[in-house]
């Protein structure tokens, strides 16, 4: 190759001193138009390609992506059967999945019938997306056993179904203020990795009352009830770990809840130890674990989720809501809220007006078939979109995170 190239060259500086000035500017003409008409072929063919494009947009619509799916904990106590049942029933929807725990307390009568309802009901039988934690779980009052058998059941989620993106944890004194439909289409815009836990190092009256005493929950190691109780000396504030605290509801990323479950990094496992001597560990544990992580800490909202209505300071317990809680429920845009009395009006006028729930039946959702609705399983991924709920929620979720101070409120 390299000796032939001066001989072509050559033989091209020959040919060039032959041609006439009139065949040189006839081959420039040739030349301007061939440029001319393949940037004329390009363009049309840019034009023709966006009608395309357009044209199969219009006709055929991109596959939507699937929405996310919640994994949620119902636990109650003694006498929630029913109240559970009802909130069960308020939340469900075959896309998602759900554990439901009636603690040691409630009487092995209430307990069976839990069990018969969940076996003996047609849609959950065929799709199989509820379980019952059957071996009760002994739950203290303001003791670490509650947060044990919140992890116990984000566990037993985590095995048994393997594709959720959010675990939530209601009680059966919570109750949902939109549908799961609204809930399926307004968090799947969102960044699956988030996770709303409402939290601050700012312990206030907490410091003094609840982080630095020691209590001990019988929960742990007796099998009658009692409660937890406090032993002396009191410790001091930890140096190795910051503390946060906040409320006990959450919804937690998959990815969170693998990493505190399955603990390859010490730190879930050590502060859980840390925690079992403190009053309300379920006040603590996600925040301290969280914000002591640095690769989770982007990915925390500052938010619980819930409309609770305080007692006035201290703001120990929430207060029980009312028929005319109703308007500040709806403006406050929330999913979920907590606490009601079993069987309050106000939870038929949430059915009504914002569920579209009847007694004794399912939410209703776009994946309702059958006679009488939902009676059947139809497309469990056809989510009814447009909804006010929906609309509210997905504002409020832009509100709060895609708002400017999103960051900032990130474990200060
Ligand atoms: C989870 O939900 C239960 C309601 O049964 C609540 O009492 C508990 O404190 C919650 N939070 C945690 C972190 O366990
Ligand atoms: C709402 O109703 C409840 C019970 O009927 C009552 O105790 C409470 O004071 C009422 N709250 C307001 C703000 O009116
Ligand atoms: C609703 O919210 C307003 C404004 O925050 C408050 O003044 C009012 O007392 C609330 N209503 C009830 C029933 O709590
Ligand atoms: C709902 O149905 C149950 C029985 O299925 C009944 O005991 C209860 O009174 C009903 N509640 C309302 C508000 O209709």
Known sequence: MMDKLPANMESLNVERKRVSPRTISLMICLFLFAIFFSFWMNSSLESIKRLYVEETKTTKPQPQPQPPRFAYLISGSSGDLDQLWRVLQAVYHPWNYYVVHLEKESSMEERLELASRVEKDAIFSKVKNV????????????????????????????????DWDWFINLSATDYPLVTQDDLL????????????????SELGWKEAARAMPLIIDPGLHKNTKSHIFGVSPKRDLPTAFKLFTGSAYAILSREFAEYVIY????????????????????????????????????????????????????????????????????????PFARKFKHNDIVLNKIDSELLGRRNGSFTP???????????????????????????????????IVYSAEFRDRQCK
């Open 365 to 399: 959702g776009g994946w309702c078939a059958g006679k009488p609705c939902c009676s059947k399983v139809g497309n469990p991924t056809k989510i009814k979109r447009g909804e006010p709920g929906a609309e509210r929620l997905t504002r409020l979720l832009a509100r």
């Open 185 to 200: 289409h307004a968090f799947s815009g969102l960044k699956r990795d988030l996770n709303f836990i409402e939290h601050t």
């Open 263 to 334: 603990g390859w990094d010490n730190l879930p496992r050590t502060l859980l130890m840390y925690y079992s001597n403190i009053d309300c560990a379920d006040e603590w544990y996600f925040q301290t674990t969280i914000c002591n992580s640095p690769e989770f800490v982007q990915t925390v909202v500052n938010q619980n989720m819930h409309y609770i209505t305080w007692d006035t300071p201290p703001k120990m317990h929430p207060e029980f809501l009312h028929i005319n809680d109703t308007a500040n429920m709806t403006a406050s845009y929330l």
């Open 131 to 162: 379980v019952m934690i059957t071996k009760a779980n002994m739950v203290t009052y303001g003791g670490p056993t509650m947060l044990s058998n919140t992890l116990h059941a984000c566990a037993l989620l985590l095995k048994r179904f393997k």
